[in-house]
Nanobody, 122 residues
Framework: QVQLVESGGGLVQAGGSLRLSCAAS????????MGWFRQAPGNEREFVAR????????YHADSVKGRFTISRDNAKNTVYLQLNNLKPEDTAVYYC???????????????WGQGTQVTVSS
């Protein structure tokens, strides 16, 4: 079992920034690739970014490329998502998740956090 707890969400104006954190406990964090997803009301869960177990490789969705950055600190069992130049369409609940695969598909991720709300006002 892996427990994931997200934090760092909030209300921000368009153009602003937030840094989301996802703290892991349980099984060895560095064994897992990590992903960030988001879900807005009425929408399906959407892939945002992923990072491999060592942090040496990362991939971002086109919709956030150049604005969001995923990173991890295995010594702290934490993965981060830096959100810059936020837009109202970024408003959603953001989730982190673990995977032993290197994909963007939510069904390949095993453990999920409870989510943190990000709201961007125009």
């Amino acid at each position: 079992q892996v427990q994931l707890v997200e934090s760092g969400g909030g209300l921000v104006q368009a153009g602003g920034s937030l840094r989301l954190s996802c703290a892991a406990s349980g099984r060895t964090f560095s064994n897992y690739n990590m992903g960030w997803f988001r879900q807005a009301p009425g929408n399906e869960r959407e892939f945002v970014a992923r990072i491999n177990w060592s942090g040496s490789s990362a991939y971002h969705a086109d919709s956030v490329k150049g604005r969001f950055t995923i990173s991890r600190d295995n010594a702290k069992n934490t993965v981060y998502l830096q959100l810059n130049n936020l837009k109202p369409e970024d408003t959603a609940v953001y989730y982190c998740a673990t995977s032993r695969s290197w994909t963007h598909r939510p069904d390949t991720y095993d453990y999920w956090g409870q989510g943190t709300q990000v709201t961007v006002s125009s």
